[in-house]
């Protein structure tokens, strides 16, 4: 077959423009960090990139999950240690009250002024809010526990039912603290304690049950911070479950996409070094012109 003149040049150009566009790619890889910018670049390699990416996002949502079921147990256990509190001090005065002997009417007083505000302390603890959700109230996390138009505690299923959050692929954490009843009943005893320490003996009723029952209940409270110090170990394994996915599916997603730096800059210059010689070739196997003989 016969070359021409002609052919070589084409060829020469055709070379050229393939060493251009390899020296482009690889310079936009080094300016990106990333071995494809568009999908034709490689499509594999962009879908699954688009599946590790989406990885990545569902973990990073988990753990945003994550926050929010510490927030719930935080808040839980920091509230029921105020109710702990409460009871303690309950004890102390309840345990004052039941020496008539000594009590004068200001002492009376005093005492069941502090029960007062106990008490009210304890109602807002029952409507204790993690953002705009009310953690002690169920399901119906839209609504107080304690209703203070009304007066009075709410009750119902809905009142009563667990609020789960998904931290993992099919896992849920329990976040609510089933403790409606509890906060009626020790508000009642605050009722119960208030009225004896004013008349000093209500029937039945005596300081020293108040005191056995206010005992039961501060072993009801430590029961319940029990369980919620049980799921928070439990979140916190699953949190370090969370980071390691996260640093799996990150360490697939960068090894699909992101360059090798050392080897595209090896591939960079080598490119180069082929650019300067088909240059240099080209100029010699080009046919001389007219102006090359004029001179």
Do not use: C
């Amino acid at each position: 077959m016969r070359v021409t003149q002609s052919m070589l040049s084409q060829n020469m150009l055709r070379n050229l423009s393939s060493s251009y566009n390899n020296m482009g790619k690889l310079q936009e890889q080094l300016n990106t960090g990333k071995k494809v910018t568009r999908p034709s670049d490689d499509p594999v390699v962009v879908m699954k990139g688009m599946g590790y990416g989406m990885q990545v996002d569902k973990v990073e949502q988990y753990q945003k999950n994550m926050g929010e079921v510490n927030n719930w147990l935080d808040s839980s256990d920091d509230a029921l240690d105020g109710v702990g509190q409460v009871l303690h001090r309950l004890k102390e005065l309840a345990t004052n009250a039941s020496n008539t002997g000594a009590m004068t009417e200001t002492d009376r007083k005093a005492i069941e002024t502090e029960i007062g505000q106990l008490r009210e302390h304890l109602q807002d603890m029952a409507n204790t809010k993690v953002g705009d959700k009310h953690i002690f109230s169920g399901s119906m996390t839209d609504q107080p526990l304690f209703n203070k138009d009304k007066g009075t505690f709410e009750d119902g299923d809905s009142f009563s039912k667990n609020v789960e959050i998904e931290v993992f692929d099919g896992i849920s954490l329990r976040v609510s603290t089933n403790v409606s009843s509890m906060f009626k009943e020790i508000d009642d005893m605050l009722v119960k304690v208030k009225d004896l320490t004013a008349t000093g003996s209500s029937g039945t009723e005596s300081f020293g049950k108040m005191i056995g029952d206010i005992d039961g209940h501060l072993d009801t409270v430590l029961s319940k911070r029990a369980d919620i110090g049980a799921r928070s170990n439990r979140a916190e394994l699953m949190h370090n479950r969370l980071e390691m996915q996260e640093g799996a599916a990150k360490k697939q997603r960068s090894q699909n996409e992101d360059v090798d730096y050392e080897k595209t800059i090896t591939d960079l210059i080598t490119s180069e070094s082929i650019h300067r010689a088909t240059l240099s070739v080209g100029a010699r196997i080009m046919q001389p012109s007219l102006m090359d003989f004029l001179r």
